[in-house]
């Protein structure tokens, strides 16, 4: 059951990453010249997104085995 439940939160964790760094690559595009700087920043954020959504659904997780 928890193996179920991880893979559909790393799913789910990955699609929000990716429709983040889309969003904010799209954005910074705009305000930047160069490609590499938008590019990295998006990639950074994408990563911190993942990171949070991760850890959200372990905590989650935690709590809700204790009941």
């Known amino acids: 059951?928890?193996?179920?439940?991880?893979?559909?939160?790393?799913?789910?964790?990955v699609l929000a990453a990716l429709g983040t760094f889309l969003i904010?690559?799209?954005?910074?595009?705009?305000?930047?010249p160069d490609?590499?700087?938008?590019?990295k920043m998006a990639a950074q954020t994408a990563l911190t997104t993942f990171a949070f959504f991760i850890t959200l659904f372990a905590l989650f997780t935690a709590v809700i085995s204790l009941f």
């Open 1 to 13: 059951m928890f193996l179920a439940n991880a893979l559909i939160w790393a799913i789910f964790s």
């Open 24 to 32: 904010t690559y799209e954005e910074y595009r705009k305000h930047f």
């Open 35 to 39: 490609k590499k700087r938008p590019l």
